[in-house]
């Protein structure tokens, strides 16, 4: 409603001004959200924020496209080749790549007795990269008549199963260390290799052709070269000072001994020679 109101000067002059004006209205009423509101907007937030990320997790662990479709090798070895892994992990294929286990995947792997460690990196969405170090044979190590490579510690690794793989084991320089008692093959085949170095520093062409070393003790070995036509005894630190001396020696001593089992040089102040015992004559007494 408005109204308007006039209001006159003194002595009743016409002239006049008028002053508009409006009446304030009612203030907007606000309307108070209902309580069910309050109640179903964060019950509605909640919802979202869980059932989004549910639903995003249900879709990467059902979608094919999760599903291991490549091995990458990231390089093959000398023996152990890169179809190889692949050949063992391919019952893994088609299993959600998400959900694979990495201990499964190199469990796998390790049962290779070649293979010395592993790495292994999902790449989503369905790649697997594998790479590999192998383990490296220093020795042969024989145990009765069976013979196996074997590392720096000597651990056996894997058998030799054949004449062929025998020989070229040899060929690319591997010895053959044998134990005269089971008990001294702890650090054995690191103190044979150590005896067979100090060898090669004072007679290189003898330890050129060493193909047997036996541990028969802590420090005492017996030592096969095809340079010799006999073994040697020795004692580990003690090569060098007695090989010197069965240098000069040789000539008299093939030419005395039709044939010699061993030459011990274990003594501090000589050397012995285990000759051969010789075949009976026939129609002889003997001793």
Do not use: C
């Not at 069910?36 to 094919?64: C, E, F």
């Not at 720096?152 to 008692?181: C, M």
């Not at 003790?217 to 036509?229: C, I, K, Q, V």
């Amino acid at each position: 409603m408005t109204g308007s109101m006039t209001l006159g000067t003194a002595g009743g002059g016409g002239g006049g001004r008028v002053l508009d004006f409006r009446r304030r209205g009612a203030p907007p009423r606000r309307r108070r959200p209902s309580l069910l509101a309050k109640l179903v907007r964060p019950l509605v937030v909640a919802v979202v924020l869980v059932a989004l990320p549910l639903g995003v997790s249900a879709w990467v662990l059902s979608a094919p496209r999760f599903q291991l479709r490549d091995v990458a090798v990231e390089r093959g070895g000398r023996r152990v080749s890169e179809a190889w892994v692949r050949q063992a992990l391919a019952p893994l294929r088609k299993r959600n790549l998400v959900l694979l286990s990495l201990d499964e995947v190199t469990e796998r792997l390790h049962r290779n007795p070649w293979i010395a460690a592993v790495e292994v990196e999902k790449e989503l969405p369905d790649r697997l990269e594998v790479s590999f170090s192998e383990r490296q044979p220093v020795a042969l190590l024989q145990r009765g008549a069976a013979i196996a490579y074997a590392d720096a510690e000597g651990r056996p690794i894997a058998p030799v199963t054949t004449p062929a793989e025998l020989e070229e084991a040899r060929r690319a320089g591997l010895l053959v260390v044998s134990f005269a008692h089971p008990e001294l093959r702890s650090g054995g085949v690191a103190r044979a290799l150590d005896v067979a170095g100090e060898l090669g520093r004072v007679q290189p062409d003898w330890a050129a052709k060493l193909s047997r070393i036996e541990v028969l003790g802590e420090e005492d070995f017996r030592l096969e070269t095809a340079a010799l036509p006999f073994p040697l005894l020795v004692r580990k630190g003690e090569v060098a000072a007695k090989v010197q001396p069965l240098q000069g020696l040789l000539p008299e001593m093939v030419s005395r001994y039709p044939k010699i089992d061993a030459v011990d040089l274990r003594f501090s102040r000589r050397i012995v020679v285990q000759p051969a015992a010789m075949p009976r004559q026939p129609g002889g007494t003997g001793a």
